[in-house]
């Protein structure tokens, strides 16, 4: 029976021929596989909707555990603004990277689904790139579990004389157990929150300062690298754009 599913592209591998497999993000079942027969056929009207970062309901025969066949698809939007320019596909490959690694770790929630589309939608609407993928990284590491304790020193528990955020020890820093970390401002901690808690979605302008940014940018990528143990090339090819 033919079903429609609400998904995003994250992955496509030619097959064949003519056809290719795309993976595919969906709201309903998380990360599934679909067979997009003759998808590559120059004529074929699955050829332009079966592209990386398709956003759009799949009509699909679904099958549990196996390769769900594709029928045809609506697009929702078609992220025309992210598609032309390199730096933010580039911010998009990398999310849906991610969200792949955080899913394949077995542990879909509807959330993260949300998380990520909300996530591509605002890059679609021109908000800063590297502030959004914060967002949604910090939002994520839950999941990686490796959340982030910013409520006390990560040595001692201590909550009193916290004088920094160090990414190398995980968290923050007390007065007695400082050991020479770089010293970031302690307000930091309470924007790195805000990213925590806050709905992608609502967002509709950020202002927050250029050195904020990096800063928070810097830490959350250390973190990411420190603890989360994942290796993605679309990370390393952002940070080389980031130094730019
Ligand atoms: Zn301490």
Do not use: H, W
């Amino acid at each position: 029976m033919l079903e429609k599913v609400e998904g995003i592209i994250i992955k496509e591998t030619p097959y064949g021929e003519t056809s290719k497999i795309i993976n595919v993000l969906t709201k309903e079942y998380g990360i599934i596989g679909i067979m997009c027969k003759g998808a590559m056929g120059i004529k074929s009207k699955l050829r332009s909707v079966t592209l990386k970062l398709t956003y759009g309901i799949f009509n699909i025969y679904y099958k549990k555990d196996k390769l769900s066949l594709l029928n045809s698809v609506d697009i929702i939007n078609s992220l025309k603004n992210i598609k032309e320019d390199i730096t933010l596909i580039s911010y998009a490959s990398y999310i849906c990277d991610l969200v792949y690694q955080v899913i394949k770790n077995d542990n879909y929630e509807t959330k993260i689904y949300d998380n990520c589309i909300n996530s591509l939608l605002k890059l679609e609407e021109g908000l800063n790139p590297i502030v959004i993928t914060n967002i949604l990284e910090v939002k994520l590491l839950d999941y990686l579990g490796v959340g982030l304790n910013l409520t006390s020193c990560v040595s001692c528990g201590s909550k009193k004389n916290i004088v920094t955020l160090s990414s190398e020890k995980g968290g923050l820093i007390c007065k007695d157990c400082y050991e020479g970390e770089r010293i970031v401002p302690i307000s930091l901690v309470k924007t790195i929150n805000m990213y925590y808690l806050i709905d992608i979605k609502s967002i509709s302008k950020i202002s927050l300062k250029e050195d904020v940014i990096k800063e928070i940018n810097y830490f959350i990528s250390s973190f990411y690298e420190d603890y989360t143990g994942l290796y993605l090339k679309s990370k390393a090819f952002l940070k080389t754009i980031e130094k730019l």
